[in-house]
């Protein structure tokens, strides 16, 4: 009887230590992850989508909406995490075609969702042929090589990302960083040539290699070979600068909305970049929200050119929230059509010289609160 008492106790302290390393395993794991944060991975640029005031996580963009209603926002609110402990440096064989974004689904967490091929993913733009400084969120400090690679010309987002898709541009032992890690910024950087002459939809792939254990880091960042200078697309709020890019300069707003008569404006100047000319005709608006109140709130939206020439006009369009309606007006003329709003310029800001760009802004009632465009917001010269 005590001889069976025994084993039953041996037993159970096994059965107690195996849950307790398991779940010690999972803290550790915890500490040591890191993705992309410029160009933004698909889980970074998602989770800065998501976030509110009141820590949920809401995404607006479509693609990270489904994501999270697959997977929940618990791989979303562990954002760096995207890992497969025993990868040791393989690649394709190892880590099946169709599950790279997701470490081949070895992460603690489920990633899974974040390998949807679809092209509405939120995208960083950038110049062909340019240098970038890349960052690689340091969530825990390890010595390895980050091998970069980018998708071949004439690759689809709609189509799911095999290693036959994918070129090796690069490779960084040990870069510097900067912030501490496990913070939001925290992030290790170094310079990072694009390849020339691309053009159109891609995405960069890094796979992060630990020389210390077996345990490696993956990460999909969407980008766009359109003349960008780090602008991102496609996440609350419509538009915002990557780290990477200067912010635009603006006066910051009162707290009281304007009045609908239009200040002067003339159009910028700029120098043209160093790097390789953008494309002809590129066209970005970026909307952001500048003040607000009780009902209503105010807005601000940068025009700006990409180009190589001058711009005669422009026009943005973009579907505005539910319950927003526009009630001033300023540096454009606004029309309505199927439910969206269309933005042209004045008389007086139609030019927009190569890099350079131009800013409307708008006042706006709203029955639900500050909304943000429902969906892209898209920019044409003519």
């Known amino acids: ?13 096994a059965t107690l230590l195996s849950a ?23 889980t970074y640029l998602c989770y800065q989508d998501a ?7 809401t995404p607006t963009n479509p693609a990270c909406a489904d994501a999270v209603a697959q997977s929940g926002t618990t791989p979303l609110y562990n954002w760096f995490a995207v890992l497969d402990s025993n990868a040791g440096g393989r690649t394709s064989g190892y880590v099946p075609d169709g599950t790279l974004c997701s470490a081949g689904n070895k992460s603690p967490y489920d990633f899974s969702s974040y390998n949807a091929a679809r092209s509405d993913w939120p995208r960083t733009h950038l ?7 890349l960052q690689y969120s340091n969530w825990a400090a390890h010595p390895g090589t980050f091998h970069v690679y ?10 799911p990302l095999a290693w036959a898709d994918l070129e090796a541009i690069g490779t960084s032992t040990n870069p510097p960083a900067v912030g501490s890690p496990g913070t939001d910024g925290g992030h290790y950087y170094w310079d990072q040539a694009l390849p020339s002459g691309r053009s159109g939809n891609a995405l960069i792939f890094i796979q992060w290699v630990r020389s210390d254990s077996n345990e490696n880091f993956f990460s999909c960042s969407d980008i766009a070979f359109d003349g960008g200078h780090g602008e991102v697309t496609g996440i609350r709020g419509g538009a915002t600068s990557s780290p990477t890019s200067q912010p635009p300069t603006s006066t910051p707003p009162t707290s009281t909305p304007p009045t609908s008569t239009p200040p002067t404006s003339t159009p910028p100047t700029s120098t043209p970049p160093t790097s390789m000319p953008p494309v002809d005709g590129a066209c970005m608006a970026m ?10 709130f105010q807005a601000s939206v940068e025009v700006m050119n990409h180009g190589t020439s001058p711009s005669s006009h422009w026009k943005v369009t973009w579907k505005p929230g539910d319950g927003t309606t526009i009630n001033s007006l300023w ?18 800001n139609g030019t927009i010289a190569p890099d350079g760009n131009t800013t409307f802004g708008f006042t706006a009632n709203t029955s639900s609160g500050i909304t943000l465009p429902n969906g892209s917001i898209t920019c044409t010269f003519s």
């Open 150 to 159: 980018v998708t071949k010309q004439g690759w689809s987002p709609t189509t």
């Open 51 to 57: 976030k509110t005031s009141t820590g949920a996580l």
């Open 1 to 13: 009887m005590k001889k069976n008492w025994k084993i039953s106790l041996t037993a159970a302290l």
């Open 287 to 296: 909307y952001s929200v500048t003040n607000s109140w009780s009902g209503g």
């Open 127 to 133: 110049t062909s042929g340019s240098s970038i400084q």
């Open 331 to 348: 540096n454009g003329v606004v029309s309505n059509s199927g439910g969206n709003v269309n933005v042209a310029n004045a008389a007086y």
């Open 20 to 42: 307790v390393g398991f779940v010690l395993l999972g803290q550790g794991s915890a500490q040591a992850h890191g993705v992309a944060m410029s160009p933004g991975s698909r």
